[in-house]
């Protein structure tokens, strides 16, 4: 099995930036793909961006193009790095992998971030 805690959440102003960090435990080796979701207040959770195994491959929602980037490490640790935050970014933001194939099952806890001035 895999597991999955991120941390890095917070309060942050307009314009800021924040990094949210994506711990892996387990079965990691399974992982096909890794992404970032996120819930803001009120929506349904949404796709944020993601990575494949190798970190080459990254897809992003247009909402987050251009300001966030995500990435992995070779140590089970995939990172949101969040640019020019907005007001609308406010959300609790998940980390969820996708283990041997399929859609992604395996989710952490989620983490909040807050934008506000």
């Known amino acids: 099995q895999v597991q999955l805690v991120e941390s890095g959440g917070g309060f942050v102003q307009p314009g800021d930036s924040l990094r949210l960090s994506c711990a892996g435990s387990g079965r990691t080796v399974n992982i096909i793909s890794t992404a970032w979701f996120r819930q803001l207040p009120g929506r349904e959770r949404e796709f944020a961006a993601s990575?494949?195994?190798?970190?080459?491959?990254k897809n992003y929602a247009d909402s987050v193009k251009g300001r966030f980037n995500i990435s992995r490490d070779n140590l089970n640790m995939v990172y949101l790095q969040m640019n020019s935050l907005q007001l609308n970014d406010t959300a609790v933001y998940y980390c969820?992998?996708?283990?041997?194939?399929?859609?992604?099952?395996?989710w952490g806890q989620g983490t909040q971030v807050t934008v506000s001035s």
């Open positions: 969820a992998a996708s283990v041997g194939g399929g859609g992604y099952r395996v």
């Open positions: 990575v494949d195994s190798t970190g080459r491959r």
